[in-house]
């Protein structure tokens, strides 16, 4: 427990506290309060006399049905699902291969590959873009979901690998020899013991890796160009704004609904999304 | 014979392929193939084709032709390329020195026990986890010149009479775009700063407080010390991710009031994509290495003094 007397506990430690929970958070209330307001409401100007900007008494759904009706959401919300879900799975596929092999084989290099996957983890997708672009025309990919598919892991795939790898490295060799000496072969030993003894790491970097590809923003809006196989954030973007008239009733309830998978799957697994974010940091 | 030929066949195939997994070497190799696969033709490849094509005159539609440094030649004339990298040192720098101390404020002030602790925890990291871009639009909408809440209360509160045009002014769309920045990169820096401090046994402080030293000189001389590996490689991820922005400065700004907000990102892809010109566009990007380079080896250099010492 907090110690002191009552007013220094508030003033140095709750009512910070309070404040910067407040500030982190407000941006999300405006969302979902902007996305139940009818357009009557939201555009008067800031200073009009009877503008009650914080609350409604006319919630109403109409950008919501705008969105589902008017724009292909549900189409570009499955795209992001999809694509999230797929570029995943092939990143832990090979993050955890990769992630075992620099941790617990001796061959040589490993500590070179090792310190090359962290240099390939630093580098930014904006780095690449207009080459990846070209390449990916080339590859007649462009336009499909596995323009990003594909390109997803190279960001994901070094971040697995090295989360992996400080999981690999936390079990101890014995645990291995003990499956060696009754007899079974290196292969299985890694398949039947290792792997599901790192289990609770490969979730934590399966959960973020979801969202990380979720939240990439570049490639998808360089790489896809027709209104049925963008992702939510490219859509969202592209159609929700014409010109310089913002939707913003719609906007905001594409941002709150493309929000909510991402959060939804952050709440069931908090635990596992902080121990993967601090484990990568201590390396 | 053939049947017995045939029956041995199959028995010795698998265990060769078995004996080469048993050899270390050969289970690293098959082991490492898909992930070289994968980064070797979408990071080394466009990595190699970006040099190239940074080198040539090519547009959208055309290859174009090697033309040497002619890309860069005009990059340094350019006054909008120079905006845009004093911008990104301006933004980078800023954003982290706030994230930073902010991030540090709210680690300790979690570092406590109190009811609610872990809801708290979850919440807070909200911000970090929702896609940027969504994140950011609510921020425009907060900003807007018209609409925006925050000028509705800085004049209610008696602060302002006339509205302020947030993304309208070079200096204050840095400033809005900073703000936004900060705001997403706090929760990060706090949840590390967090694990790093629950690390640190408290028996260290209470000893170094029966010794006399004031609540400061604890954090200076003994949290501080312990904690600052933590906080180096938070730096290096932050620094970068921040160095390479994109996401923010296209929703909040496009890079605008008259090209006042471009940072390497946001100017590569005005070039690059909107305006076709690909060989100039990879060029901006490309200006990006040499600084991203340094800021790794000095980083990664200064993070294994620290942790030797």
Known sequence: MIEGALWRRWTFSYLPLILFVIVLLFPFYWMIITTFRPDGELYRPWNAANNMPFWTNKPTLEHITYLFEETNFARWMFNTMFIAAVSTLISLFCGVLAGYALARLNFPWAGSLGTLIFVTYLVPQTLLFIPLAEIIRDFRLGDTPWSLILTYPTFLIPFCTWLMMGYFKAIPKELEECARIDGASRWKAMVYIIIPVAVPGILSAGIIAFTLSWNEFIYALVFLSSPDQKTVAVGVTSELIRGDVFFWGSLMAGALLGSIPVAVVYSFFVEHYVSGLTGSVKG | ?309
């Open chain 2, 1 to 309: 014979m053939a049947i017995t030929a045939l029956g041995s066949t199959e028995v010795i195939r698998p265990s060769v392929r078995q004996r080469k997994l048993e050899d270390e070497r050969w289970l690293a190799l098959v082991l490492l193939t898909p992930t070289a696969i994968l980064l070797g033709l979408f990071i080394a490849y466009p990595f190699f084709e970006g040099v190239m094509l940074s080198l040539s005159s090519a547009r959208v539609g055309d290859p174009g032709k090697f033309v040497w440094f002619k890309n860069f030649v005009k990059l340094w004339n350019d006054n909008i390329f120079w905006t845009a990298v004093w911008n990104t040192f301006w933004y980078t720098g800023v954003t982290t020195v706030f994230k930073l101390g902010l991030g540090l404020w709210l680690a300790m002030l979690l570092n406590r026990h109190f009811r609610g602790k872990a809801i708290v925890r979850a919440f807070i990291l909200l911000p970090f986890i929702i896609p940027t871009v969504l994140s950011t639009f609510a921020w425009k909408w907060m900003f807007d010149p018209t609409f925006s809440v925050i000028n509705w209360s800085l004049f209610r509160l008696g602060l302002i009479s006339a509205r302020i045009n947030w993304l309208g002014d070079a200096d204050l769309a840095m400033a809005s775009i900073m703000v936004v920045n900060i705001w997403r990169g706090v929760p990060f820096f706090a949840i590390s700063l967090l694990a790093g401090l629950q690390t640190i046994s408290p028996e260290l402080n209470e000893a170094a407080a029966i010794d006399g030293a004031r609540p400061w000189n604890r954090f200076w001389y003994v949290t501080w010390p312990l904690l600052l590996p933590v906080t180096m490689v938070v730096m290096l991820f932050s620094v970068i991710q921040t160095f390479a922005d994109f996401q923010l400065v296209y929703v909040m700004t496009g890079g605008g009031p008259a090209n006042a907000t471009h940072l390497f990102a946001t100017y590569a892809y005005q070039i690059g994509i909107v305006s076709g010109l690909l060989s100039e566009g990879a060029a901006v990007s490309l200006a990006m290495f040499p600084f991203l380079f340094i800021i790794v080896v000095v980083q990664l250099l200064y993070i294994r003094r620290v942790e030797v010492r």
